[in-house]
């Protein structure tokens, strides 16, 4: 897949387009893409993905503070073109481009540098400012500059439609099994393994903490979560723990991810990690004591083998 940042570079005959955020890259999401694959295919174009970054709340200042996303920039790269799409448009969003109507958009982008012949777009699509451009606007732009509109019905899922504001809701109340449902992968987080105060190693089981490669990215509920470890190119299952440790840590002052990878003894410290989750298996609570917290430990690893076994 061929990755655009700077339009004047793009050499493109012909395509068919799809636009968004496509935060997750989800099912919905992978719905649309494989049918702009399946097109471009049939009529012998190019597939263009165009994306717009950052995301245009965070330029837009709606609720910028509380949004945090699915993907990074290079992870939602990663997704779109392991779906085949030949080419993928990196457009900065900018209160300029912000303020385009969606013929504006159209001409300058869609037509002048992308040559489109058809743009797929999701039922939930809207262009130009402020969103407001309707089909009709769409409609009259595509007859002006000779393109066909194809617009899909929602993709549902258990007759629900998929969004990624519904998988961003689910992690936030620890539903990893209704996130990886809707996004057909399991969710992950990335980051580096950095130096804690080493109390797990003292009560028999040592944990790597996770500083995380992007602060945008969403940290699921506060619990114990069944999940695999990437490290050094090998996988491993292992215990998550994303809390504030109240048995502890009597202030509890800051948030900490905190993995036990099972079956591994290697120094990992200032190495990167990748981990998926699988499954909440409890809430983070305050134990009486430490040796009450390492009994229920025995019980969370014992509970997450389990539940591997039986997959």
Known sequence: MKIYKNLDTIKIKKSVVTIGVF?????????????LNRIAREKNIESVVVTLWPHPRYV??????????????????????????????IIPFTKKFASL????????????????????????????????????????????????????????????????????????KGNVEIANNYLAYNYFISGTVVSGNKIGRQIGFPTANINLNNDN???????????????????????LNIGYRPTINVEYSE???????????DDVYFKDVSIEFYKKIRDEKKFYNVEMLRKQ???????????????
């Not at 503070?65 to 790269?77: F, G, I, P, R, V």
């Not at 504006?104 to 969103?131: R, T």
């Not at 089909?135 to 439609?161: D, G, H, T, V, W």
């Open 23 to 35: 935060d997750g890259v989800h099912v919905g999401h992978k719905y649309v893409l494989k049918e």
């Open 60 to 89: 837009l200042n709606k609720d910028a503070d509380k949004l945090q996303l699915l993907n990074t920039l290079d992870e939602k790269q990663r997704l779109i073109a392991d779906i085949g799409i030949n080419n993928l448009v």
């Open 101 to 172: 109507n969606s013929c504006e958009f159209i001409k300058q982008y869609l037509v002048d540098k992308l040559n489109i012949s058809e743009l797929i777009i999701g039922f939930d699509n809207n262009f130009g400012k402020n969103k407001q451009d309707g089909i009709p606007e769409l409609e009259y732009c595509a007859e002006k500059y000779n393109f066909i509109i194809n617009r899909l019905s929602a993709k549902e899922k258990n007759e629900m439609n998929i969004s990624s504001t519904k998988i961003r809701n689910a992690l936030l």
């Open 217 to 239: 990215k969403i940290i699921p509920a506060d619990g114990v979560y069944a999940v695999k470890v990437n490290v050094k190119g090998k996988e491993y299952l292992g215990m």
């Open 255 to 265: 948030k900490r991810i905190e993995v036990n990878i099972f079956d591994f003894n």
């Open 297 to 311: 430990l025995f019980i969370d690893e014992n509970a997450i083998r389990d539940f591997f076994k039986s997959m």
